[in-house]
Nanobody, 127 residues
Framework: VQLQASGGGLVQTGGSLRLSCAAS????????MGWFRQALGKEREFVAV????????YYADSVRGRFTISRDNSKNTVYLQMNSLEPADTAVYYC?????????????????????WGQGTQVTVSS
């Protein structure tokens, strides 16, 4: 599975961005999909996850109410709509897929459970 993330950029505080992650190879409908981020000098952290059936969605406390994760299995794509962006959201955002062979309702939050990773897209929020 190859993941290609896009949609990052520079935005002012309070602005919005929508990240996309397109999967190729095995269809991403076989996996839960997640977004993680890593700010400069910090560890990678969980942002959001969506189950295969899209019936389970979980968010980090820091983004809940501002970010929305969604997926279009027909397009093998997962999205992250980010609203009310803050300078603290500045980071490289990574999409991830996996694990396989789990319940269609499963939505893990640990990066250790994800088998496939995209290359990352930079999001910078200016104050």
């Amino acid at each position: 599975v190859q993941l290609q993330a896009s949609g990052g950029g520079l935005v002012q505080t309070g602005g919005s961005l929508r990240l996309s992650c397109a999967a190729s190879g095995r269809t991403d409908s076989s996996f839960p999909m997640g977004w993680f981020r890593q700010a400069l000098g910090k560890e990678r952290e969980f942002v959001a996850v969506i189950s295969q059936r899209a019936d389970k969605r979980y968010y980090a406390d820091s983004v809940r109410g501002r970010f929305t994760i969604s997926r279009d299995n027909s397009k093998n794509t997962v999205y992250l709509q980010m609203n009310s962006l803050e300078p603290a959201d500045t980071a490289v955002y990574y999409c991830a897929a996996g694990p396989s062979g789990v319940s269609v309702h499963y939505a893990p939050r640990s990066h250790r459970e994800f088998a496939y990773w995209g290359q990352g897209t930079q999001v910078t929020v200016s104050s």
